[in-house]
């Protein structure tokens, strides 16, 4: 699949979730799990703690 179908599906996947989001129940570490990390992947980014070096 090419970023542009991943990207899009992962929109798709926001919207039919939003309100789950907005919901008080659903906190930071969910959305970032469900949403933010795979968004920051599709544009390879690295923000996973696992892959920071400690200096």
Do not use: A, C, P, T
């Amino acid at each position: 699949m090419n970023k542009i179908s991943d990207l899009n599906k992962l929109i798709e996947h926001f919207k039919f979730y939003l309100k789950q989001y907005k919901n008080s129940g659903h906190d930071v570490v969910n959305i970032r799990v469900d949403f933010i990390n795979k968004f920051f992947k599709l544009l390879d980014l690295e923000i996973l703690e696992k892959n920071i070096k400690k200096i």
